[in-house]
């Protein structure tokens, strides 16, 4: 029996989920077996939703990323603080714990700086989206908001990366902290 559209439609979807999520807490080695049994599917339907692997990769990353920064964006926009509050949400204990949820540049960085031309321009152009995003919440001139927005961004991607590499949960919580610090002070 054939699937409609709807149902093909839903099916890509939830095999995107579940692979933006596997991705980000397995890393993008992640195996198109392990992808479909995670999202209930066999790996032969596969090819009935994506060309290749690295157009799930890619496609996974870009809802990733939208999810991240829709989440930034209304913590901005319901805080008084804007990039504070961008910094206190992304900087949380929680978003360092849970990996299969968190921002797909702390999660996935150094793969993805190996990652193939779409994937890479895909990074690239979500880059300079969470860059707008927090330049948007300065008061500076936009050329000054846009370069302090860069630093922040850079701090908030490499404190995440680091507070998960330590295995010492002093000072993980330290780096969280001064580095909310330092972002909130630019």
């Given at each position: 029996?054939?699937?409609?559209?709807?149902?093909?439609?839903?099916?890509?979807?939830?095999?995107?989920?579940?692979?933006?999520?596997?991705?980000?807490?397995?890393?993008?080695?992640?195996?198109?077996?392990?992808?479909?049994?995670?999202?209930?599917?066999?790996?032969?339907?596969?090819?009935?939703?994506?060309?290749?692997?690295?157009?799930?990769?890619?496609?996974?990353?870009?809802?990733?990323?939208?999810?991240?920064?829709?989440?930034?964006?209304?913590?901005?926009?319901?805080?008084?603080?804007?990039?504070?509050?961008?910094?206190?949400?992304?900087l949380s204990e929680r978003h360092r714990d849970d990996v299969g949820k968190s921002c797909p540049f702390s999660a996935l960085?150094?793969?993805?700086?190996?990652?193939?031309?779409?994937?890479?321009?895909?990074?690239?152009?979500?880059?300079?989206?969470?860059?707008?995003?927090?330049?948007?919440?300065?008061?500076?001139?936009?050329?000054?908001?846009?370069?302090?927005?860069?630093?922040?961004?850079?701090?908030?991607?490499?404190?995440?990366?680091?507070?998960?590499?330590?295995?010492?949960?002093?000072?993980?919580?330290?780096?969280?902290?001064?580095?909310?610090?330092?972002?909130?002070?630019?």
């Amino acid at each position: 029996m054939r699937k409609s559209r709807e149902e093909t439609a839903e099916t890509r979807k939830r095999i995107l989920n579940v692979a933006a999520r596997e991705f980000r807490q397995n890393g993008m080695e992640t195996g198109l077996a392990e992808v479909m049994a995670a999202a209930g599917l066999t790996q032969g339907g596969f090819y009935k939703h994506f060309g290749s692997k690295a157009e799930l990769v890619c496609e996974a990353l870009e809802l990733a990323l939208d999810a991240e920064f829709k989440a930034l964006e209304k913590v901005a926009e319901s805080g008084s603080k804007g990039i504070a509050s961008i910094a206190s949400a992304y900087l949380s204990e929680r978003h360092r714990d849970d990996v299969g949820k968190s921002c797909p540049f702390s999660a996935l960085g150094s793969e993805l700086a190996r990652a193939d031309k779409g994937t890479r321009a895909a990074a690239t152009a979500g880059l300079k989206r969470m860059i707008d995003i927090v330049a948007d919440r300065s008061d500076a001139r936009r050329d000054v908001a846009r370069k302090r927005a860069t630093v922040a961004v850079a701090t908030l991607i490499g404190a995440i990366t680091m507070a998960r590499i330590s295995d010492d949960p002093e000072l993980s919580s330290q780096i969280l902290k001064l580095a909310e610090r330092h972002v909130t002070e630019l």
